[in-house]
């Protein structure tokens, strides 16, 4: 079985500060992992994906991630935040085909002006 | 190309009944899995549909119940509605072509139980 941990359920940065948001993983074969942002009243949208090319991944609005196997590791940066990054943030897991998601219990940003 | 669409968005439900949420699928996908996201944590899969067969289960009880239609739109039903059911319902719909598939979420139905 896979599991996901999200360190910190809240995460409060400065508008231009580095945002990093931590997620470690447990799987017993090579996964595929993600991380996805919810805004309020919303569902969930992807932005970026690793699944065994790169390992360090660029997705959308400017965030990106590097896939540490040694460290099981899968931890999501934004060089400069916005206000507009305000938003819950999952990091989850797959171990097949077909999307059957395991998900972090989720990190809450904040981002103050 | 058209999004994940479910419906209703809000229901409230009293304890007891039972409820169908509804999803349709991104257009030329032909997987749809349903999720529970509890307030204040991450959604939990509760099971996935392919090609209209279950193709998988969280750790959810039998009242919890789906299908998947040949247009692969799918249908999430619970019976015996508890308290703790209350929570918000995500449907996510994908196209299983090989290993490298991406999930596309719905906005989701928000079920209060009562």
């Known amino acids: 079985a896979q599991s996901v941990t999200q360190l910190g359920s809240h995460v409060s940065v400065s508008e231009g500060a580095l945002v990093l948001l931590r997620c470690n993983y447990s799987?017993?074969?090579?996964?595929?992992l993600f991380w996805y942002v919810q805004y309020p009243n919303q569902g969930l949208q992807l932005l970026l994906k690793?699944?065994?090319?790169?390992?360090l991944v660029k997705g959308i609005n400017g965030f990106e991630a590097e896939f540490k196997k040694s460290e099981t590791s899968f931890h999501l940066t934004k060089p400069s935040a916005h206000m507009s990054d305000a938003a819950e943030y999952f990091c989850?897991?797959?171990?097949?085909?077909?999307?059957?998601?395991?998900f972090g219990g989720g990190t809450r940003v904040l981002v103050k002006p | 190309e058209t999004g994940v669409t479910q419906s209703p968005t809000h229901l409230i439900k009293t304890r007891g009944q039972q409820v169908t949420l509804r999803c349709s699928s991104q257009?030329?996908?032909?997987?749809v899995s349903w999720y529970q996201q509890a307030l204040g944590q991450g959604p939990q899969f509760i099971f996935q549909?392919?090609?209209?067969?279950?193709?998988g289960r969280g750790n959810f009880p039998p009242r919890f119940s789906g299908l998947q239609f040949p247009n692969y739109s799918s249908e999430l039903n619970v019976n015996a509605l508890e308290l703790d059911d209350s929570a918000l319902y995500l449907c996510?719909?994908?196209?299983?072509?090989?290993?490298?598939?991406?999930?596309?979420f719905g906005q989701g139905t928000r079920l209060t139980v009562v």
């Open positions: 996510a719909s994908s196209l299983v072509q090989g290993l490298n598939t991406e999930a596309f």
């Open positions: 799987s017993s074969v090579p996964p595929y």
């Open positions: 690793y699944t065994s090319a790169a390992t």
């Open positions: 989850a897991v797959s171990v097949a085909a077909g999307n059957k998601l395991t």
């Open positions: 257009s030329g996908h032909n997987t």
């Open positions: 549909y392919y090609r209209e067969e279950e193709n």
